[in-house]
């Protein structure tokens, strides 16, 4: 009766489409599925967006940052 309660509200094992992820580890799968979904333009163009503003966080960050500058010999 308490697997049929557990399985009945959404806890038990991962399944079909439409199941909650459980845990990390299915957070990181929805994730990375999330990301790889190559037929929903929607998903293509958040995803996208994101990795912009990644880069353009990272670009305004390190800009103080002078790879030219000879290094320190140690």
Same mark, same amino acid.
């Given at each position: 009766?308490?697997?049929?309660?557990?399985?009945?509200?959404?806890?038990?094992?991962?399944?079909?489409?439409?199941?909650?992820?459980? =845990? +990390?580890?299915?957070?990181?799968?929805?994730?990375? *599925?999330f990301? /790889? $979904?190559?037929?929903?333009?929607?998903r293509?163009?958040?995803?996208?967006? =994101? +990795?912009?503003?990644?880069?353009?966080?990272?670009? *305004?960050?390190? /800009? $103080?940052?002078?790879?030219?500058?000879?290094?320190?010999?140690?």
């Open positions: 009766a308490a697997a049929a309660a557990t399985a009945a509200a959404g806890t038990g094992t991962p399944g079909g489409p439409g199941s909650s992820p459980q =845990g +990390l580890r299915g957070w990181l799968r929805s994730a990375y *599925r990301a /790889t $979904d190559r037929n929903d333009f929607r293509n163009l958040l995803v996208n967006l =994101g +990795l912009f503003a990644a880069g353009v966080w990272v670009a *305004r960050n390190l /800009t $103080d940052i002078d790879l030219m500058a000879p290094q320190p010999v140690p």
